[in-house]
Structure formats: structure tokens, C-alpha cells
């Protein structure tokens, strides 16, 4: 990607040299709000051996796992980021909502951070929105996971790519569309947490759409490539198969690999945020599998 002359946000506090957090009390990391919406579709009820494992190794071993970050380049590379996708929401919100787009605030954080109003949450649950704090959470080594045991890409469209997946919750949270999970939830299961991650990729989409308008030089080839591969990569199916050995349709929660790719590209191509565009994912004539 070519970030020349692109604007770095100052909404990316880098909270990486602080060390993990620990839930109140003293005790492991606790507590993981069913409201966050994560990028993988990882049961937090799954991460609880996890986050045991993790609290074993709290202690001065933390310090010697990583020196502490400075400004280094993920933190310049999620400003940039997100400065990106600041212009281009706050063009259009007002144009399809009418409204002033709030931005979002966006954490760097190592192993476990308390996301302020969903938990704390520790790494492995990938990077995710909190749509009480209104903040993106990441732990930028993540995106080694992505690429050894995902099969994703760790290239800088990729990341940019889940940046602008995150952003999208936070879009949705704006507009109301968070607020609908738990009714499709409801009728349709797991299933109907799909409806969010599409079009949360599609609203990555659409970014990714008018960022490269402003900027043609921004996205090339082998950026393009990069981003199908880890949208494929994450997609319920691939993940399940991966981890389990098997997939189990009815689970799914994020979306098949297929239907990742396809949305994104959708959001690429049309770059329409308008209300009949969005609404599409909420249509209950189409079940969640068949969108
Ligand atoms: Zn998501």
C-alpha cells in the first residue's frame, strides 16, 4: 500500500507498554460481554482455558516477552488507518445519514486489556469493537496468528483490512444496526451474528472503495490479493475445518469463506453506504447462509 500523504489519526492510544490487565479483584482475566463483536468467530465461553493459562503466566515473565513499544510502526500504520477511514466516514455519514460522524478511538494493548464496559478480554479472542467505550482493540501480534496458523496475510492491506472490519462495528453501532443482533440472534442462532460480520466486511468494503478514489495509488494488485486471501482465510468454514477438522454450518457465526470475499468485494466495487445498501444484511427473506 502507498500511505503517502495520508493524515495519521491522533484516536490510537498505545496502551502496549502498560502490560496485560487484570480483572478487578486481583483475580485472572474475567468477564468477556457477549456485546463485543469480534473478528473471529471465537466463542468467548472457549477462551476461558485460555485466559486461565494466561494468568498462570502473569508475572515478571510478561516483561521479557517484548520489549516495550515505542512508536513503532504499528502504531504509525494504525493511525494511518484509521485516519483513512476517518475521512472517509465523515464524508459519508453526512451524506447518507446526515448526521456527524463520531469517531471511534482505537487501542494498541499486549495479551489482555480491559476494553472499558465489555471486560477484559485477552488476545486470543483476535481483535474486536466494544460498542459501550465506543474503541477498536488490537493486539498487533495477531496478525502473526493470522498468517502461521489462519492461513491469512499478514501484508499492510490485510491489516488495514481488519482495522476497517472493526470500524464498520463501530458504524453500525452508530446507526443502530448492533441493536438488531439480538432479534436474528433469537430466531436464528448462532447464524444470525452473520448479518453483522457481512456487512461489517462489506463496510469494509466501501471504504477500501473511496479511500482508493481519493488516493488511486493506495491499493495495488498484490494488496487486493492480500486482502481475499485473509478474508477466505477467517471465514467460519476454513477456520472450523482448521481447528476441528470438520465444520459445522449451523455454528457459523462470522460467515463462510466465500461469502467474506464476496462482500468485501461488494463493498469495493459499489462503495454504496446508503440505508437500502446496508439494509440488504437485515433482509429476513434471506437466511443468514444464503446471503
Ligand atoms: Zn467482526
Redesign the pocket.
Known amino acids: 500500500m502507498d500511505w503517502q500523504g495520508q493524515r495519521e489519526s491522533s484516536n490510537v492510544e498505545d496502551r502496549r507498554a502498560a502490560g496485560p490487565a487484570v480483572a478487578a479483584g486481583g483475580g485472572v482475566l474475567t468477564l468477556v460481554a457477549v456485546a463485543i463483536?469480534?473478528?473471529l468467530g471465537v466463542d468467548p465461553r472457549a477462551v476461558k482455558p485460555v485466559i486461565d493459562k494466561i494468568g498462570g503466566r502473569l508475572g515478571d515473565q510478561q516483561q521479557k516477552d517484548r520489549p516495550p513499544p515505542t512508536e513503532d510502526e504499528h502504531y504509525r500504520f494504525s493511525r494511518k488507518v484509521l485516519g483513512s477511514t476517518e475521512e472517509v466516514w465523515d464524508r459519508l455519514f453526512r451524506q447518507n445519514f446526515r448526521e456527524e460522524y463520531e469517531q471511534p478511538r482505537m487501542v494498541l494493548f499486549a495479551k489482555s486489556v480491559d476494553s472499558g464496559g465489555c471486560g477484559v478480554a485477552p488476545s486470543e479472542v483476535g481483535p474486536f469493537y466494544c460498542p459501550a467505550s465506543k474503541k477498536v482493540f488490537l493486539d498487533p501480534t495477531f496478525f502473526d496468528e493470522l498468517e502461521q496458523k489462519l492461513g491469512g496475510d499478514k501484508g499492510d492491506a490485510s491489516r488495514a483490512y481488519v482495522v476497517a472490519?472493526e470500524v464498520g462495528?463501530h458504524i453500525q453501532n452508530l446507526i443502530g444496526y448492533n441493536a438488531m443482533l439480538e432479534k436474528y440472534r433469537a430466531r436464528e442462532g448462532e447464524n444470525g451474528g452473520i448479518r453483522l460480520?457481512l456487512q461489517?466486511d462489506y463496510l469494509a468494503g466501501v471504504w477500501a472503495h473511496h479511500a482508493a478514489k481519493e488516493n488511486p495509488r493506495l491499493f495495488n494488485r498484490a494488496d487486493m490479493d492480500s486482502i481475499i486471501k485473509t478474508a477466505q482465510s477467517i471465514g467460519d468454514d476454513r477456520i472450523q475445518k482448521k481447528m476441528r477438522g470438520k465444520a459445522w454450518p449451523e455454528s457459523f457465526n462470522?460467515g463462510r469463506a466465500d461469502q467474506r470475499q464476496k462482500y468485501f468485494m461488494k463493498g469495493f466495487e459499489t462503495g454504496d453506504a446508503s440505508k437500502q445498501a446496508l439494509d440488504h444484511f437485515f433482509n429476513s427473506n434471506i437466511a443468514p447462509l444464503d446471503l
Do not use: I, Q, T
Request: charged share 10%.
Open positions: 463483536a469480534y473478528f472490519h462495528h460480520e461489517a462470522h
